[in-house]
Nanobody, 120 residues
Framework: QVQLVESGGGLVQAGGSLRLSCSVSGTFRRAGMGWFRQPPGKEREFAAAISSTGGSTYYADSVKGRFTISRDNIKNTVYLQMSSLKPEDTAVYYC??????????????WGQGTQVTVSS
């Protein structure tokens, strides 16, 4: 059974940085992975994605230039480095396995989410 476990969320001041991690277990399959986020009271939205080899990355316009997605296939872990954080980045962040698309339904497995709160 594929399991994704996120970590690294927390409370940070505007302008600060956080690094989220997503550890994958239960599969030897290499696949694209993504990070989505769900702000309070809003729909889940795409943030970033990375191809199976890490050679291609994709970002939502709202995070481009501030967030960096990467992966370590030896450790079976995907990261989201978030810098210059804004209060509007406050959300539950989810990692997802199986695609690089912006549409959530294209992903096969999801983590439980980690809360990121950015104070002004």
């Amino acid at each position: 059974q594929v399991q994704l476990v996120e970590s690294g969320g927390g409370l940070v001041q505007a302008g600060g940085s956080l690094r989220l991690s997503c550890s994958v277990s239960g599969t030897f399959r290499r696949a694209g992975m993504g990070w989505f986020r769900q702000p309070p009271g809003k729909e889940r939205e795409f943030a970033a994605a990375i191809s199976s080899t890490g050679g291609s990355t994709y970002y939502a316009d709202s995070v481009k230039g501030r967030f960096t997605i990467s992966r370590d296939n030896i450790k079976n872990t995907v990261y989201l480095q978030m810098s210059s954080l804004k209060p509007e980045d406050t959300a539950v962040y989810y990692c997802a396995f199986g695609s690089t698309a912006t549409m959530a339904y294209t992903y096969d497995y999801w983590g439980q989410g980690t809360q990121v709160t950015v104070s002004s």
